[in-house]
């Protein structure tokens, strides 16, 4: 008989991870703001500013663009090949794919609905009014608080929870949880925090290898 699935929850990230580059760059390019992504990107980066200026940046690309506009970028941005499957297949093995993220509620739901995950987990610091998208409020991320929520949620326990993502807001999940994957991240302290280290282009194969992945002891 095989062993059973490890895990109860499978978050993860979407920029740099779901995405092939970082997903708010369609955006900056479909609403004429790349130069401002670039700025806030430099800048964050280069540890000129915090994650939470970052994001708030970010987000401000969207001020002003109704929801479908979002949405009509969010359909044509690249991505890893078999999305879809490689949720089904989640589920298929008796656990809840989730998003865990610093993006705003209309892209979870967007990916929750194209894709099938069954919960997610932002930052919600945006009011739409009449499908119309408004500035960001200050921002104070943390993805282990999103963890937290979506642990109470599922009824998942933190050791039965594998996270995978790309970037430094990623790793104190990689240590929350019972284990973390690095997809495709370029940060070599991001690499070295993961248990596992992965670069692929379709996410079926990753999926496969949670099942050999065993959590931290």
């Known amino acids: 008989m ?21 997903g708010w760059v369609p955006i900056a390019a479909a609403f004429g ?3 401002d992504f670039e700025r806030t990107n430099r800048r964050f980066f280069a540890r000129e500013e915090s ?26 941005t690249p991505r890893l090949d078999g999305i879809r499957e490689a949720v089904d297949r989640v589920v298929e ?13 209309y892209v979870l739901r967007w990916y ?17 009014v009449h499908g119309r998208i408004g500035p960001p409020g200050p921002v ?13 949620r599922t009824g998942a326990r933190p050791s039965e929870t594998v996270h995978i993502g790309d970037g430094w807001a990623d790793v104190p999940v990689f240590r929350a949880a019972g284990a973390g994957v690095a997809l495709n991240s370029s940060l070599p302290d991001v690499r070295a925090a993961a ?4 670069d692929a282009s379709d996410l079926r194969p990753v999926v496969a290898a ?3 992945l065993p959590p931290r002891s």
């Open 93 to 105: 093995l008796g656990a809840t794919p989730a998003l865990l993220t610093h993006n705003p509620p």
């Open 210 to 212: 949670l099942e050999g």
């Open 195 to 198: 248990d596992l280290v992965l």
């Open 33 to 35: 703001r790349t130069a």
């Open 112 to 128: 929750q609905r194209t894709f099938g995950f069954r919960d997610g987990s932002g930052v919600d610091v945006q009011a739409i």
């Open 140 to 152: 104070s991320a943390d993805k282990v608080a999103g963890l937290r929520a979506l642990l109470g």
């Open 2 to 22: 095989p062993p059973r699935f490890p895990w109860r929850l499978v978050t993860f990230d979407i920029d740099g991870t779901l995405t092939r580059g970082h």
């Open 51 to 76: 994650e939470d200026a970052h994001l708030e940046a970010l987000l401000d690309l969207a001020t002003g663009r109704t929801v479908a506009e979002v949405e009509a970028v969010l359909e044509r």
